[in-house]
Nanobody, 124 residues
Framework: QVQLVESGGGLVQAGGSLRLSCAGS????????MGWFRQAPGKEREFVAA????????YYGDFVKGRFTISRDNANNKVYLEMNSLQPEDTAVYYC?????????????????WGQGTQVTVSS
């Protein structure tokens, strides 16, 4: 059974930083592109970042503007999202997802597995 478990969310002041982690089990982690998405109340799920299993391809949502960095540790089945210069509009539930593809997708529906999400709240 595939499981993705996010952690690292919380409450942070504007301008602060958080590091999200996603631990995977039940899948050959190095075969999957991994992505991060977010969903704010009343809004659609939004692409944040993704990278290929090899790390050769890395994509970010337009709003990221150099503030976030995705990385992964295939040996330990983990993917990370380092978030800096957080703003109140970054408040959302953040999800990690696994995509059995060489090149990661930006469309949520193409991902095969999802975690339960971790809440990030940025206060002004």
């Amino acid at each position: 059974q595939v499981q993705l478990v996010e952690s690292g969310g919380g409450l942070v002041q504007a301008g602060g930083s958080l590091r999200l982690s996603c631990a995977g089990s039940g899948l050959t982690f190095s075969s999957y592109a991994m992505g991060w998405f977010r969903q704010a109340p009343g809004k659609e799920r939004e692409f944040v970042a993704a990278n290929a299993w090899s790390g050769a391809f890395t994509y970010y949502g337009d709003f990221v503007k150099g503030r976030f960095t995705i990385s992964r540790d295939n040996a330990n089945n983990k993917v990370y999202l380092e978030m800096n210069s957080l703003q109140p509009e970054d408040t959302a539930v953040y999800y990690c997802a696994a995509d059995l593809a060489v090149t990661p997708h930006v469309d949520a529906y193409k991902y095969d597995y999802w975690g339960q999400g971790t809440q990030v709240t940025v206060s002004s």
